[in-house]
């Protein structure tokens, strides 16, 4: 499942649709180093200080340079929100994230 980011109190935190705050965020900040469309699925942890951390590839369409690209964009992504247990605490959670590189025209 594809995760979004959102603004909140300064911070991006997860949220369950992919928003308009993380594709902004995407497009400003993806270096695509290829010529054909692809998709990379990048899973991580988002750890109780909202860090991320085990950064690997799940799935991926595309060539290494892409694969490497995907995974430093989840490495320089602000810190997010974390996952909270019933009682409000923080908790590490796994999470993943769809990266599209698409074909410019023109």
Known sequence: TAV???ASEGRLKLT?????TLNQWIDA???DPGTMSATV???FLVEKDGSVS???IRSSDADPERDREARRLVRVM???KPATD???APVRCRRSLKVKFRLMQG
């Open 16 to 20: 369950d649709k992919v928003g308009a």
């Open 54 to 56: 085990n950064i690997s």
């Open 29 to 31: 900040n993806l270096r």
């Open 41 to 43: 699925v990048v899973e």
């Open 86 to 88: 019933e009682a409000g």
């Open 4 to 6: 979004g980011l959102a």
């Open 78 to 80: 602000p810190k997010l």
